[in-house]
């Protein structure tokens, strides 16, 4: 298959299929006038180098490790489908009806970013984060569904996170949501983590089988019913173990079972952090919220919580309330100083689910390569480490953890040499006073397509998701390639991507495509993975 695409510059560059990604037939690895991002190694992303800010960063982290006697803690928060506009510290909070206290404390008293991007949709971010990688190159760029026939398993060849951080001497445990496979070679327990306590899949895809109000056509029909639960798969909450036994500790049988999940998990991880703490070693726990994603059903404790006392907000005030016993037992045991907490979102609101949805001021949700379906919050707070009450809009991929665990963990010369790393050690940005982004661009794409590029207040799109209805950004979008020209918008001016100024206002049309052609470029020398997906 070969089609071509005129880039911004007026010139044609022919495209061919590469497994199922278009790249540029002969592109050099090339820089734009506009970019001060350095490329270290030829299979890592060019990164931009602040030698001051490193080296501040550096005493700071040889301070603290003499103090302590140990590498530091990492706690990585991660929620699922929580819009940028929710947190009030983003503007939501007691304005939408969800107060979030123990949220806002955390960007109060830590760094708030406002420019923190995850990939479009669930399954991809969360691979990402834990190779460090886009999922166009793992083959993982979608939830991995049952019936789907794997001609691999995409993590055999991979080396993850939690692997690298095991051998640097690190407890490393998974709590909560996992959804990137549940087959053996697949969960969490057989791709590094030491432990693992959660569930594999998302919250609706356990709850539809006892809700007849919702769907009836499943619960009250005996054959359809039947077949849906001779389905192969976990049936709730599972524990498993590196290289041990996995079992299945309380079945998913009803409604309440699937509220009081999150529940469950923050006890799981608060007994965790307490036991952690009296350990030698250091840990990386990431802990997984099921909620808010749809469908929501709150727990009696939490149940009209929120002003809204819709469903999502008492699941956002739910969250919010974890997060407030998890840095208080840090605080108890006396972490606090030696912890990185790094609370996100795997991707923007799914509002085909509305009202059971969340919030972004942006366009798009999630499933879109549009603001709103990939920028989310970023908090990173660390006491003693990160000064507190800083805002940045520097650029932030959740990929950037995987570099920048390494590098407090002294691991990162444990980095994959044989396949092309897309993240960026970070650690000069999260902890130098005022620090600046390593990153200057953020690559965008949705499954196999490359959708757009954003380099400092600029983004270019080469397609574009688009939507037939309100709210519909997953059930009736349609992903669209463009005309004569990339769409190209000054997110400083038009955050909401309403107008394009390419032709008008925007004169790095050309250095913008001469990055996403170089971008492109490197599947040609690190080709992406077929898993039969």
């Known amino acids: 298959m070969v089609m071509d695409v005129k880039t911004a510059s007026g010139l044609f560059c022919t495209l061919i299929l590469l497994g199922a990604v278009l790249i540029p037939t002969s592109v050099l690895a090339q820089a734009s006038v506009l ?12 990164s931009v180098p602040r030698p001051a800010q490193e ?6 982290l040889e301070a603290l490790a003499k103090k302590t006697g140990r590498r530091p803690n990492i706690l990585l928060l991660v929620v699922d489908d929580l819009g940028w506009g929710d947190p009030g510290c983003y503007g939501g909070g007691e304005a939408i009806g969800a107060a979030t206290p123990n949220i806002d404390f955390l960007a109060q008293e830590g760094l708030k970013l ?11 971010t969360r691979s990402a984060i834990t190779l ?3 999922p166009v190159r793992t083959g ?18 991979e080396t993850s996170l939690p692997t ?33 306590y959660g569930y594999y899949r998302a919250q609706k895809e356990y709850v539809q089988a006892y809700d007849k109000r919702r769907y009836p056509d499943l619960v009250l029909d005996e054959e359809k019913y039947a077949k849906y639960l001779s389905i192969e798969q976990s049936q709730g909450l599972e524990h498993g173990f590196k290289n041990g036994e996995t079992k299945l500790v309380k079945a998913i049988r009803s409604i309440d079972d699937m509220a009081n999940a999150d529940r469950l998990l923050k006890e799981f991880t608060v007994k965790k952090l307490s036991e952690l703490a009296k350990d030698d070693q250091p840990f990386f726990l990431q802990h997984s919220f099921m909620k808010p994603h749809a469908d929501n059903h709150p727990p009696k404790d939490f149940e009209g919580a929120s002003a809204s006392k819709y469903p999502f907000k008492d699941a956002v005030v739910e969250i919010d309330a974890y997060v407030g016993e998890f840095i208080k037992v840090l605080e108890r045991t006396g972490q606090l100083e030696n912890t990185l907490v790094f609370f996100t979102s795997d991707n923007g609101p799914q509002t085909d689910g509305w009202p059971d949805g969340g919030y972004t001021p942006f366009r798009g949700a999630k499933g879109t390569g549009w603001e709103g379906g990939i920028r989310i919050p970023g908090v990173a707070y660390w006491k ?47 902890l130098a006073d005022g620090g600046e982004s390593m990153r200057d661009k953020i690559f965008v794409w949705s499954q196999t397509d490359f959708l757009a590029i954003r380099m400092y207040e600029y983004k270019e799109h080469f397609k574009v998701v688009t939507t037939d209805r309100t709210f519909l950004n997953i059930d009736m979008a349609t992903t669209d390639d463009l005309g004569l ?39 040609k020398k690190y080709p992406p993975k077929k898993i039969g997906l």
């Open 35 to 46: 970019s001060n991002a350095v490329q270290v190694k030829e299979n890592m992303v060019a």
């Open 114 to 124: 406002t420019s923190c991007y995850s990939q479009p949709t669930c399954t991809p």
């Open 140 to 157: 993982l760029y979608r939830p991995i569904l049952a019936g789907d026939k794997l001609t691999q398993n995409p993590w055999d060849t």
């Open 164 to 196: 690298i951080l095991s051998e640097a001497g690190y407890n490393t445990l998974l709590v909560g949501k996992w959804h990137v496979g549940e087959a053996v070679g697949m969960r969490p327990q057989d791709i590094g983590f030491d432990e693992y």
């Open 384 to 430: 003693g480490m990160i000064a507190p009450g800083q805002v940045s809009d520097g650029l932030f991929d959740l990929m950037d953890i995987f570099n920048t665990s390494l590098h407090l963990a002294g691991a990162l010369d444990s980095m994959p040499t044989d396949v092309y790393i897309d993240g960026i050690d970070q650690t000069a940005f999260l």
């Open 132 to 134: 460090g990688r886009l």
């Open 485 to 523: 020209s990339p769409w190209v918008f000054n997110l400083y001016v038009d955050p909401k991507e309403q107008y394009p100024v390419g032709h008008r206002l925007n004169p790095w049309v050309a250095s913008l495509a001469a990055e996403a052609k170089a971008h492109a470029a490197t599947f």
């Open 55 to 60: 080296a501040e960063v550096q005493n700071k």
